[in-house]
């Protein structure tokens, strides 16, 4: 497993607010370690029976967290991920969709240079199954075995998991990195940690149209990765100059096609799946082939 | 949302960069307004590129020229999109074009330069450019670097620089997703001006810019009306060429699920990403869209809910059904509340299908019965 485990205790930045409520809820309930909540304004209060602070600084304090998932409105985000930062914070999952790229880019840019982990914007989160979530993943889909899973989509990523757990095939750790063009971590760093993760044997590599990202993956697979790793490309079908959801799911010039990312991933030696369930098909095949190694 | 011409000069001169003196007119008797003299540059105001070699810039002799070019001009139609008015100038004499933009680099995750000095040309398909990424926080030496990296000298050098600074400080204050000039040009009187530009602005940020509030609807020329219903409702739709409509949420599982349709078969109508978290009004809305498609046979809803509740989707479901019993559906939904969905759902009559491949089957081979028949 990378990033998360039983251990790791989280706050919750905007843990008041719709959507950090409910999902401060699941994530308890799910086993997560949420120790707090951030709200400025309503310091001293109580959510879902967790102490709730005024800034992120009294709550690692007070709690000894040293990783946020942030809930908070477009506009707040990058000023609700630099008072994480300056706090100190280790892991930040951002899940709000809709930060102007600006912004996310003002924030990769202080991640960078305090050496920190940001996950998202626009993410589902990350998953260790059985141990801990930060984010909006429906915890029921997953188990806990030999894959790890990053992404680019959310629900996608559900869609993987369920074939995947539906063939009895748990996963170590998944990590959705989320679809804006510009974000924290991406596969690259991903892929650093699970090749060196004892739990995970397989990686599956979920992706979609639009920029290099995966052509660069496949590059830093080819020379860096041992494990064998499954791919798969969203849009095979999506027509070109037309942005398909996700701001960064768009081909255009030529270029960020399905079929170059396909391309890079078989010249790497990566398996590419058509389907999602061909994604579980492929993946039990490498399980018993790493097994017989 | 891309700015016409028109609109980005305004907005360049307005941060101090300078463009040539200039006239927009809807109609061709406007032209009798515009005293700049002869010869005038016509130029039509379209979202689209490719202006230039689909015969979109004209030149004009003298006002009766002018008025016959303009005529046609105005109802000129580039790559689909439609001229919205004309942009008339003087005809200048250039000795010199440079290229200049400022752009997200999603790769390196910051701003970047874009420049090279030969202007007027096709970016992509150049290969005396160079990019130069933008430290932030912003210095003016930055400019600088970037004219001297270009091969300029002299006053020109600091001229461009002053240009750079200005437009990255133009892109960084209105959120900007591209700032471009092309061609810069330097006349024969050693002027640089801005003779073309292009803004593109973040819709993500447009809340936080008054100055641009309404401009979405005025932006829209181009827009089919489901598109422009779906942009209003906060909804992702491209239309497509086939008989299914497409509902999911996410943009990743859409895609899938649409390359899932062709796989099978099947010829996808639409791809609709309501996003994540849609509620009932919002998801009612997506099916209402999808199924006022006229070529759509079958709607395919795919949810798996995390951030979105499928007892939200249901609703709409059931509230759909209501208003459309005659609409052939396929619906596949799991994830959270889904038990409550499923009984909502079942009360209503629905037969859901859990399996993602299974359903799609289903709607490929409800696409291929004669429209009219019941599901």
């Known amino acids: ?293 | 949302m891309n700015l016409y011409e028109w609109e980005a000069k305004k907005i360049f001169q307005e941060h101090g960069i300078p463009v040539p003196p200039s006239h927009r007119i809807t109609k061709p008797e406007e032209l009798r307004k515009v005293h700049l003299g002869y010869p005038l540059t016509l130029k039509v105001q379209v979202q689209s590129g490719g202006r230039g070699k689909a015969g979109g810039i004209q030149f004009a002799q003298d006002l009766k020229d002018g008025e016959t070019k303009a005529k046609d001009l105005l109802k000129m139609v580039i790559n689909g999109s439609k001229t919205e008015s004309l942009l008339v100038e003087p005809r200048l004499k250039i000795a010199r074009e440079i290229y200049l933009s400022v752009t997200l680099d999603r790769s390196r995750g910051c701003a970047i330069f874009i420049a090279s000095a030969e202007g007027g040309i096709e970016i992509e398909s150049s290969t005396n450019v160079v990019t130069m990424p933008i430290p932030y926080p912003y210095h003016d030496y930055v400019g600088r670097d970037l004219a001297k990296q270009i091969g300029l000298t002299g006053n020109l050098l600091n001229k461009f620089a002053d240009l750079a600074n200005k437009l990255y400080k133009l892109f960084e204050s209105k959120d900007l997703e591209l700032a471009e000039i092309n061609p810069l040009i330097v006349t024969d009187g050693d002027e640089v001006l801005a003779l073309d530009g292009k803004i593109t602005i973040c819709d993500d940020a447009l809340g936080r810019h008054k100055c641009f509030a309404g401009w979405q609807e005025t932006h829209m020329l181009d827009l089919s009306e489901r598109e422009k219903r779906s942009k209003r409702a906060g909804l992702n739709l491209v239309e497509l060429d086939g008989n299914i409509g497409i509902l999911c949420n996410g943009a990743g599982l859409t895609m899938a699920t649409m390359d899932l349709v062709k796989a099978f078969g099947g010829q996808p109508g639409n791809f609709l990403d309501a996003g994540g978290g849609s509620d009932t009004e919002k998801t009612l809305e997506a099916l209402e869209i999808v199924h006022d498609n006229p070529k759509c046979d079958v709607i395919l809803v795919n949810i798996l809910g995390g951030i979105t509740a499928c007892d939200e989707v249901a609703q709409a479901l059931v509230a759909f059904m209501k208003r459309h019993p005659e609409r052939k559906l396929v619906v596949r939904l799991r994830g959270n509340n889904q038990d409550v969905a499923e009984k909502m759902l079942a009360e209503s009559g629905l037969k859901l299908y859990p399996e993602l491949e299974a359903a799609v089957k289903q709607a490929v081979e409800q696409s291929k019965v004669p429209a009219g028949a019941k599901r």
Not at chain 1, 68 to 75: A, D, G, K, L, Y
Request: proline content about 5%.
């Open chain 1, 1 to 293: 497993m990378i990033l998360i485990n039983k251990d790791t205790k989280v706050i919750v930045q905007g843990a008041t607010g719709k959507m950090g409520s409910a999902h401060t809820k699941r994530m308890i309930a799910y086993g997560t370690k949420v120790v707090g909540g951030v709200t400025p304004g309503k310091g001293g209060t109580k959510i879902e029976g967790i102490p709730v602070f005024d800034t992120v600084k009294e709550a690692f304090q007070a709690t000894g967290a040293t990783t946020s998932v942030i809930f908070v409105p477009p506009f707040l985000a990058l000023d609700a991920g630099s008072e994480a930062l300056d706090a100190g914070a280790e892991l930040i999952v951002l899940i709000t969709e809709g930060i102007p790229p600006q912004d996310a880019a003002k924030l990769v840019a202080q991640v960078k240079a305090k050496g920190a982990k940001l996950i998202g914007p626009n993410c589902p989160g990350v998953i260790t199954p059985g141990e801990c979530l930060i984010g909006i993943l429906p915890g029921s889909i997953f188990k806990s075995g030999p894959v790890g899973m990053v992404s680019r989509s959310g629900t996608l990523t559900y869609e993987i998991a369920l074939a995947l757990t539906e063939s009895g095939l748990g996963q170590s750790t998944c990590v959705g990195v989320g679809g804006d063009p510009i974000k924290g971590m991406g596969y690259e760093e991903a892929l650093s940690l699970f090749k060196d993760d004892a739990k995970t044997e397989v990686i599956v590599l979920i992706g979609e149209i639009g920029g290099t990202a995966e052509e660069e993956a496949a590059a830093y697979i080819k020379a860096n990765v041992k494990k064998p790793v499954v791919a798969y490309i969203a849009g095979q079908t999506a027509p070109p100059g037309k942005r398909m959801g996700h701001a960064g799911a768009i081909i255009s010039g030529g270029k960020g096609t399905a079929q170059s990312k396909i391309e890079a991933f078989e010249k790497a030696g990566i398996k590419v799946a058509k389907t999602p369930s061909e994604v579980a098909k492929f993946v039990a095949e490498a399980t018993k082939q790493v097994a017989r190694a």
